[in-house]
Antibody, heavy 120, light 110 residues
Framework: QVQLVQSGAEVKKPGASVKVSCKAS????????MHWVRQAPGQGLEWMGI????????NYAQKFQGRVTMTRDTSTSTVYMELSSLRSEDTAVYYC?????????????WGQGTLVTVSS | QSALTQPPSASGSPGQSVTISCTGT?????????VSWYQQHPGKAPKFMIY???KRPSGVPDRFSGSKSGNTASLTVSGLQAEDEADYFC??????????FGGGTKLTVL
């Protein structure tokens, strides 16, 4: 079955960077797009961007342009999301989620989430 | 681009039906048939419930249905059950290859 397993919780200081991983299994890694979505405590969902694991091409939400980098390693079926210049407002649970064989607008199968806390 | 607009709360009694709205613009909800809905229980990852406005992924009960009219999409939950109590979020494909989410609606089963 499709599984997305994310790396563990992180605590970072303001101004630092964080890199979250998401290892996929149960399907052909390059067949499904991968999204990154975050959720601040008690808040709604916020789309950060998408990566095509086959081509490595990316599309980022305007809000995160210049601060986010999404990459992939096809040899380990893993995607990464790095967010730089962290501030307290970046404290959130970060999710990877794939398109499940549907169009790239579908956010079908979700990882368990990674809590990133930004605090001095 | 702004988030899609959802009512903060909705409620219904067991067995009743409840409808949650998701309002956008012609650049997102109104311009594309790519509206999805997600269910999220406390402390859990969201679950994919509806895609392309009205299609259900395998395993989602047919009590859940979606529709769209103009710039507003809707999720209807029929035959409410206690386990339907959760937060519900909509999303829509938007211009320039963007994806927008709604602010979420807390559904309470009375």
């Amino acid at each position: 079955q499709v599984q997305l397993v994310q790396s563990g919780a992180e605590v970072k200081k303001p101004g630092a960077s964080v890199k979250v991983s998401c290892k996929a299994s149960g399907y052909t890694f390059t067949d499904y797009y991968m999204h990154w979505v975050r959720q601040a405590p008690g808040q709604g969902l916020e789309w950060m961007g998408i990566i095509n694991p086959s081509a490595g091409s990316t599309n980022y939400a305007q809000k995160f342009q210049g601060r986010v980098t999404m990459t992939r390693d096809t040899s380990t079926s893993t995607v990464y999301m790095e967010l730089s210049s962290l501030r307290s407002e970046d404290t959130a649970v970060y999710y990877c989620a794939n398109s499940g064989g549907l169009g790239k607008e579908a956010v079908a199968f979700w990882g368990q989430g990674t809590l990133v806390t930004v605090s001095s | 681009q702004s988030a899609l607009t959802q009512p903060p709360s909705a409620s219904g009694s067991p067995g009743q039906s409840v409808t949650i709205s998701c309002t956008g613009t012609s650049s997102d909800v109104g311009g594309y048939n790519y509206v999805s809905w997600y269910q999220q229980h406390p402390g859990k990852a969201p679950k994919f419930m509806i895609y392309e406005v009205s299609k259900r992924p395998s395993g989602v009960p047919d009590r859940f249905s979606g529709s769209k009219s103009g710039n507003t999409a809707s999720l209807t939950v029929s035959g409410l059950q206690a386990e339907d109590e959760a937060d519900y979020f909509c999303s829509s494909y938007a211009d320039s290859n963007n994806l927008l989410f709604g602010g979420g609606t807390k559904l309470t089963v009375l």
